[in-house]
């Protein structure tokens, strides 16, 4: 039986994904929803919550704003992990090289998804198809796979002590990633596959808690790193993810800039309107 355990933003999730799984997973299957409509989890600690009511030999840790587009994904999953001991998650998008400096798993633009993204534009829902196989192989190995979907036996909660890092960590991010370190640590591989195709219906956001789990990650795995996984990475290769990964460090330092009090602060000071009333007051 699978599991899927939800960290959901509402008491329960949409009867929309209700109805998406109940026809397209083809297999038996339990829901292990954690409430979160107060606020009272991060993803870590509703995660380990989940791990203990689920009952199921296949724990899939997934978001409430995923579509499945493939019948009997479920029954594909479950031969999958049956007939390949060696995977440890299985996830749809994933990158196969984390540098020696803090990132997510995407941010070096070394990967390998498929996945149809949606958002919302200009008050409409819009979706585009997102394929990136250049390093697409009959078995697909990455370094880390995105938490929008990751299937865990849970043999490895029992047997070899898998935790989500809830004292380390708190808020929402890096979970994914971390985990997927931990699951390096057993010698097992981390797979990316191509036959089930999932809709997700929002984008992650890059903020200053995002930053904050990212330093947290980098300081708890450095000592990991760098990983490469499924590719010959050139050094031409490395020498373009330096670019791009300096380019998004700068990236977001501007990011913190824009959004600082201090900056907020130092618009309204430097306002028309507020000089105005300052020069009115300086002639009184």
Not at 43 to 64: P, Q, S
Not at 185 to 193: H, N, Y
């Amino acid at each position: 039986m699978i599991s899927l355990i939800i960290c959901s933003r509402t008491a329960d999730i949409s009867d929309e994904l209700k109805q998406n799984i109940a026809t397209t997973i083809g297999c038996e299957y339990e829901l292990c929803v954690i409430d979160n409509s107060r606020n009272e989890y991060s993803i870590f600690t509703a995660y380990n919550e989940g791990v203990r009511r689920a009952k199921g030999d296949i724990l899939c840790f997934m978001h409430d704003d995923i579509l499945f587009h493939t019948d009997g994904w479920g029954e594909k999953l479950s031969l999958y992990m049956l007939n390949h001991a060696e995977v440890g998650a299985i996830g749809f998008l994933g990158g196969h090289y984390l540098p020696q400096r803090p990132c997510s798993w995407n941010e070096p633009r070394i990967e390998s998804v498929h996945y149809i993204q949606g958002e919302m534009v200009n008050g409409k829902y819009l979706t585009r198809e997102i394929l990136h196989q250049k390093y697409r192989k009959e078995r697909t190995f990455v370094a880390a796979i995105d938490g929008v979907f990751m299937a865990i036996p849970r043999c490895h909660f029992t047997n070899h002590k898998l935790h989500w890092d809830d004292k380390s960590y708190s808020g929402f991010h890096f979970y994914d990633v971390d985990m997927c370190m931990q699951i390096h640590q057993l010698g097992l591989k981390i797979e990316v596959v191509w036959d089930i195709l999932i809709e997700h219906k929002s984008c992650g956001n890059t903020g200053a808690a995002f930053l904050n789990a990212r330093q947290i990650w980098f300081e708890k795995w450095k000592y990991c790193l760098p990983m490469v996984c499924g590719i010959e990475l050139t050094e031409e290769d490395k020498d373009i993810c330096r670019i791009i990964m300096d380019i998004t460090d700068q990236s977001y330092q501007y990011h913190q800039i824009l959004h600082s009090k201090a900056y907020r602060l130092g618009k309204v000071l430097l306002h028309p309107s507020w000089i105005n009333i300052k020069r009115l007051f300086s002639k009184i």
